[in-house]
């Protein structure tokens, strides 16, 4: 099994700012199967990013997802408001798919 | 547009079982994996396992085999997940999310179903 870990727990930003996301994989992830989430409370989380960087349908371009191997990197260029939200990586290339533990994005 | 609606919020007793259904609309039900993931309070997901609807056949997490069935009824677009042996720590939030292949993201989810296990 693929494990995920994601760094840091918690990220306090202000509107405006960069965050920057990590997600390390206990093992190269092949072919990139690497996508990112974002969920908010009391929703279901939503597509963000799939094979390592393309962005899903209707995602704004202030998000862009890098990264290979096992280490891989999510980035919000300015957050907004509603930008502020749990965030997951995934990796769906081996089973059983896996989800890192997520990253919490605050207001600062 | 694409839609996977779910089920309602069920209450179970320890032992019991669940099955909660998510039908799909939008788009060709039988062309898309449906996998489903779990998400205990306060927690992070779990992913479950998936169903092709086009064969019936399913795949199962390690954690869920045994007492875990996935099925569908295609002429209705309706998939569903049945979770025996119902223990408190099962209490949850059950999602479908669709899946373009085999190997692939999860590009729509349902809106969750919360499953209670308690006496």
């Known amino acids: 099994e693929i494990v995920l870990t994601q760094s840091p727990g918690t990220l306090s930003l202000s509107p405006g700012e960069r965050a920057t996301l990590s997600c390390r994989a206990s093992q190269s992830i092949s072919s990139s199967y690497l996508g990112w989430y974002q969920q908010k409370p009391g929703q279901a989380p939503r597509l963000l990013i799939y094979g390592a960087s393309s962005r899903a349908t209707g995602i704004p371009d202030r998000f862009s997802g890098s990264g290979s191997g096992t280490d891989f990197t999510l980035t919000i260029s300015r957050l907004e408001p509603e930008d502020f939200a749990v965030y997951y990586c995934q990796q769906y290339g081996s089973s059983p798919r896996t989800f890192g533990q997520g990253t919490k994005v605050e207001i600062k | 547009q694409v839609q996977l609606v779910q089920s309602g919020a069920e209450v179970k007793k320890p032992g019991a079982s669940v099955k909660v259904s998510c039908k799909a609309s939008g788009y060709t039900f039988t062309g898309y994996y449906m996998h489903w993931v779990r998400q205990a309070p306060g927690q992070g997901l779990e992913w479950m396992g998936w169903i092709n609807p086009n064969s019936g056949g399913a795949e199962y997490a390690q954690n869920f085999q045994g007492w875990v069935t996935m099925t569908r009824d295609t002429p209705i677009s309706t998939a569903f997940m049945e979770l025996s042996r119902l223990r408190s720590d099962d209490t949850a939030v059950y999602y479908c999310?669709?899946?373009?292949?085999?190997?692939?993201?999860?590009?729509?989810w349902g809106q969750g179903t919360r499953v209670t296990v308690s006496s």
């Open positions: 999310a669709r899946g373009p292949r085999e190997w692939s993201s999860f590009d729509y």
